[in-house]
């Protein structure tokens, strides 16, 4: 039992649950419980996005310092209005429709690897530009106007079963896939054996660039698809709807209990990262507290968990 | 020989990316070649090339400030509201802000802590802080400061002699002193540094002092431009002092940094925003091209590079 229990305390992700709990239970006591089951299926619903986004982030650190990808809003605007414009409203083309969102995201991701592969160009600075390039082309592309989702499309992203958002369930199966990768596939091992240690990673004969590659189109591609959920789920694409899930993306990774020096990755973490996270400004707008309050608040909060979690001696 | 020359031409590429650029800008608008034209195009330059060496001075220890744009927002806020009103309290609101910056400092040395998370959640304190100071934009900058940024120099504007200042003083104080030297090994090999007896501590906690400073330097001279505070004034500057830092020949880890290549690297940016402006781009490809610039330069660095490691 209590090696169990202690088993448990060792697991990186525990603090972003724990965390997340502490505040929906602090959000239900001031309201007195009135509407809190609603405020767990509002965060699940916004949760799904970010950790969406998330797990193609934290595929991107999890190779090593100073790798992340800056494009994953610009990605996510390009895929939401290209594919918005191709379905144009119509049902048929739903799956068309997806497979354009993906694509979107996976050119992206090969332009990213092109500039970081052969310009070696630092990944901060080589996301970054090529976000901006990608920002004007959803912006020339989609000149303002805004397209509405096919009626099912829109109808699947905003469908709630027994308190439960159909998506949000569809992306914890999509996690779980993704776990297994991470921790029982060649590629996954892969990535996380890179992050420890590239040189030796390469001397032992794995497959270095090819599954760096593999790593930022994979993250273009879950950028895509969620450029196209949150297309389907808020009416829309809209040219900013990325801009929150860049802090986002890699604040969720990080409180979640991945290294961001590389080579040590989970994926239940991100679940518990994104609830905190939403719950978190829930309950500072449910306090009834200004901007400025709410702002400092969330920022204390991030930093506080982030000590109190990843805060552990210089190992080696 | 041919070895010296290729290396000098690495040295050399932020200034001759800088010179390219204005060369471009003043054959598009030779109206620009003015003292006139020169301050517009300069003007905001300087507020950049502060924000991007306090980006440098963390970036030399190995570590990243996601949080200097909300900074530079917050002194300008401060600038634009006590620091007019109540001289005393706005001195020492700033004052207080660069000790936290020390504080940060220690904190992601003691807890062994990603700076970029920190410094992501110091971004949102900053900036909440900033909107508490001046919930909507406004205020008005104290007078000296508005008389010190509108100050005309002979010959040339007061951006270029400041912003050559600001190189040559940090480039005497980080390149050529005995300590700047520990505080660039801190980057390149923080535990030799340590077992040469310096308190890695100490290190970490100057360097974001010092960036502290640069950017209340930066807010300042922002809010002397603008004549006004807001909270999301100096957003963007993240991402610009990172980029300017790079473009300017700096590495993210290893404390391989050039003070003079980040004002450069500032001044380039700046400047790619007007060049764009007169090019008569579409508005749509405007931030676009600002990126594929980014990219040529750096391309054009890789390939001097390579001439380099072949010689």
Redesign the interface.
């Known amino acids: 039992m209590t090696r169990a229990l202690s088993a448990l305390m060792a697991k990186p992700w525990l603090w972003s649950y724990v965390g997340a709990f502490a505040i929906w239970l602090a959000t239900a006591s001031y309201t007195g419980g009135i509407g809190s089951g609603e405020v767990l299926t509002a965060a699940l619903s916004f949760a799904t996005f970010s950790v969406l986004v998330a797990i193609g982030q934290m595929y991107v650190i999890t190779l090593g ?2 790798n ?1 990808d ?1 494009s994953i809003p610009a990605t996510m605007t390009l895929a939401g209005a290209v594919s918005m414009k191709i379905m144009d409203t119509a049902d048929p083309m739903i799956l068309p429709g997806l497979a354009i969102a993906l694509g979107c995201g996976a050119a992206v991701g090969t332009a990213n690897y092109g ?1 970081i592969r052969l ?4 990944p ?3 996301t ?10 959803a ?2 592309y989609s000149r303002g106007i805004r397209i509405k989702p096919p009626p099912l499309l829109a109808d699947f992203a905003t469908a709630v079963v027994f308190g439960i958002p159909v998506m949000a369930a569809c992306a914890a199966l999509l996690t779980a896939a993704m776990s297994v990768v991470l921790h029982r596939t060649i590629f996954g091992r892969t990535v996380t054996a890179i992050g420890q240690n590239p040189r030796a990673a390469r001397l032992a004969g794995l497959p270095v660039d090819r599954v760096r590659f593999l790593t930022y189109v994979m993250c273009g591609v879950f950028a895509g698809l969620t450029g196209y959920l949150l297309s389907g789920f808020s009416g829309g694409a809209a040219l900013n709807m990325g801009a929150e899930y860049l ?1 986002a993306s ?2 969720v990774v ?2 979640g209990g991945t290294s ?2 590389g080579g040590f990755a989970n994926l239940p973490g991100l679940w518990g990262a994104a609830m905190l996270m939403f719950l978190l400004v829930t309950m500072l707008n449910t306090f009834g507290l ?11 909060i ?2 506080a968990v ?2 109190a979690a ?5 190992e080696r | 020989m041919k070895g010296l020359t290729v290396a000098y031409l690495r040295m050399a590429l932020p200034a001759l990316s800088l010179a390219l650029l204005l060369v471009a800008i003043f054959w598009l608008q030779p109206r620009a070649m003015s003292y006139v034209g020169l301050n517009l195009l300069l003007n905001l330059a300087l507020p950049i090339a502060f924000a991007t060496i306090a980006q440098m001075l963390v970036i030399t220890v190995n570590d990243l400030d996601l949080s200097i744009g909300a900074f530079v927002g917050f002194v300008a806020c401060v600038g634009a509201t006590w620091l007019r009103d109540d001289p005393m309290l706005g001195v020492a609101v700033l004052a207080a802000a660069i000790i936290a910056y020390s504080a940060v400092g220690a904190l992601i040395h003691l807890r062994n802590l990603p700076s970029i998370v920190v410094t992501l959640g110091m971004s949102f304190v900053w900036l909440g802080l900033a909107i508490l100071v001046l919930p909507t934009p406004g205020g008005k900058a104290p007078d000296w400061l508005r008389a010190a940024m509108t100050f005309k120099t002979p010959l040339l504007p007061m951006t270029l002699f400041a912003s050559a200042a600001l190189a040559l003083v940090v480039h005497v104080g980080l390149m050529r002193t005995a300590y700047g030297a520990v505080l660039r090994g801190a980057g390149g090999n923080p535990a030799s540094v340590q077992r040469a007896g310096w308190s890695l501590l100490k290190v970490k906690m100057t360097m974001f002092a010092l960036a502290g400073f640069f950017g209340v330097l930066s807010g300042l001279a922002l809010v002397g431009l603008t004549t006004s505070g807001d909270a999301n004034i100096a957003l963007r500057y993240t991402l610009l002092s990172i980029a300017g830092v790079i473009l300017g020949g700096g590495e993210f880890t290893g404390g391989r940094v050039s003070p003079t290549g980040a004002v450069l690297g500032a001044m380039t940016l700046t400047l790619a925003g007007s060049f764009l402006s007169f090019l008569r781009l579409d508005p749509d490809w405007q931030i676009g091209a600002q990126g594929a610039i980014l990219i040529l330069v750096l391309a054009l660095r890789v390939l001097i590079s390579r001439a380099e490691a072949r010689t």
């Open positions: 310092p100073g992340v800056l500039l310009l070696r160009i630092p901060i600075i080589a970054l530009s090529s976000s901006f390039i990608v920002l004007s082309a912006i020339s802090l890699i604040a990080v409180i961001v020096a200004g901007a400025g309050v709410r702002l400092v608040l969330t920022g204390a991030i930093i982030i000590a990843s805060g552990r001696p210089r």
